[in-house]
Structure formats: structure tokens, C-alpha cells
Antibody, heavy 128, light 107 residues
Framework: EVQLVESGGGLVQPGESLRLSCAAS????????MNWVRQAPGKGLEWVSY????????YYADSVKGRFTISRDSAKNSLYLQMNSLRAEDTAVYYC?????????????????????WGQGTTVTVSS | EIVLTQSPGTLSLSPGERATLSCRAS???????LAWYQQKPGQAPRLLIY???IRATGIPDRFSGSGSGTDFTLTISRLEPEDFAVYYC?????????FGPGTKVDI
């Protein structure tokens, strides 16, 4: 079964740090680009960060640039998000999500930047 | 940054009815980079449609997507009780992923 399981969330004070992890199983993790997406309480979805399969290409949303760092360890089938200088507005459920990538069949030549597998999320609360 | 606008914000319908959800982009989006997700309370989002019109694995054929350029539509032909949820469109462009604000489909 293809699965993503996040961990590492918790309650921290403003300015503190937290490291989220996402354990992948059931697929060849090293072949897939991955994303972090978050959702503040009662709000919509917000993309946070992207890392290519090789880790050579990394993107961040402006809201976290310079504070968050995405990384991956293919030997451990794991994705990480190091979050520093946390703010109240970073309070959210954080999801890791797999990017579908190249399609199959008649769509094999097309790269789809969409997220086809999601974890259940881990909650980060930033409050004093 | 491409901004996605979804309408209506809330759609109140009954089981068996047809739902038509709109997603409009502030500038042209490649159809390959347009997706729709369903999210139920307390659950992670689920991919429904990608490439603007391709159903994801396991998605019933009552869900369909269409559109191009700046205007995209998700249609649910006959609402089932399990379809009442929030639906988000998403696009990729200029090294950014953006989501629309969502449309809530409720009874």
C-alpha cells in the first residue's frame, strides 16, 4: 500500500524550531518529487515547499522562504521540513504529498505537477 | 503569481442533483498543471482530476473536469451522500503551486 506518514508536530512558542518528518512506503520514494502543504485551522490549502527526486531543485512559498528548509533522505525513504523562527501564522496541519510526475499510457510524455498521494497530516501549533 | 478564484463559495444541493464548480485563473494555466481535490472534514485532500480532465485512479465517472486557459470546471453529474465536501482547484506555474479558496458542497 502506498503510504505517507507525517510526524514531529507539536506545540512550540514563537521563535522556536520544529522538524517534521514524513515516512514513505509502498513506492519507490527516490523516484518522486515531493511537496509539503499546510492548512491553517478552518482555512484552505497552502503549498509550502517542493523538492525534486534528486534534491537538486527546491522551491519555497514566499511565506516560509528563509525560515523553512526541505530535505529528503532516500536511504530512509523520508522527507523532512525544518521549521525555524516559527510564527503564530505557521499554525496549521502540515501534509506531505507526492507529486504524480509523468503520466502513464497516452499521457506518458506529460509531467503532471499535481499531488496524488497525501499523508494524514501532523499538527503544528505556535503559541505562547 | 497565478491566483485561482473558485465559485460559488458554497453550493447547497441535494443528493442526485448535478454540481458545477468553477475555477478561474488570473492568467492562462497549462491544462497539464490543473487539478481538482476533494477534502472531507478531518481528512487529507484526495486527488480527483488532473490534467484538467483526467480522472485519478479509483475516482467514479460521475466526476468530470473540463476547461482550458483561465476557466476550468468540475462537474459532479449526480451527487452521492459521500460527495458533500470541500473541493479545491490547484495549478502549477513559475515554480509555485497555488490552490483556490475552495467550494463547499453541502446539503
Amino acid at each position: 500500500e502506498v503510504q505517507l506518514v507525517e510526524s514531529g508536530g507539536g506545540l512550540v512558542q514563537p521563535g522556536e524550531s520544529l522538524r517534521l518528518s514524513c515516512a514513505a512506503s509502498g513506492f519507490t520514494f527516490s523516484s518522486y518529487t515531493m511537496n509539503w502543504v499546510r492548512q491553517a485551522p478552518g482555512k484552505g490549502l497552502e503549498w509550502v515547499s517542493y523538492i525534486s527526486s534528486s534534491s537538486l531543485t527546491i522551491y519555497y512559498a514566499d511565506s516560509v522562504k528563509g525560515r523553512f528548509t526541505i530535505s529528503r533522505d532516500s536511504a530512509k525513504n523520508s522527507l523532512y521540513l525544518q521549521m525555524n523562527s516559527l510564527r503564530a501564522e505557521d499554525t496549521a496541519v502540515y501534509y506531505c504529498a507526492r507529486v504524480l510526475g509523468y503520466g502513464s499510457g497516452s499521457y506518458s510524455g506529460i509531467y503532471f505537477y499535481v499531488m496524488d498521494v497525501w499523508g494524514q497530516g501532523t499538527t503544528v501549533t505556535v503559541s505562547s | 503569481e497565478i491566483v485561482l478564484t473558485q465559485s460559488p463559495g458554497t453550493l447547497s444541493l441535494s443528493p442526485g442533483e448535478r454540481a458545477t464548480l468553477s475555477c478561474r485563473a488570473s492568467q492562462s494555466v497549462s491544462s497539464s498543471y490543473l487539478a481538482w481535490y476533494q477534502q472531507k472534514p478531518g481528512q487529507a485532500p484526495r486527488l480527483l482530476i488532473y490534467g484538467a480532465s483526467i480522472r485519478a485512479t479509483g475516482i467514479p465517472d460521475r466526476f468530470s473536469g473540463s476547461g482550458s486557459g483561465t476557466d476550468f470546471t468540475l462537474t459532479i453529474s449526480r451527487l452521492e451522500p459521500e460527495d458533500f465536501a470541500v473541493y479545491y482547484c490547484q495549478q502549477y506555474g513559475n515554480s509555485l503551486f497555488t490552490f483556490g479558496p475552495g467550494t463547499k458542497v453541502d446539503i
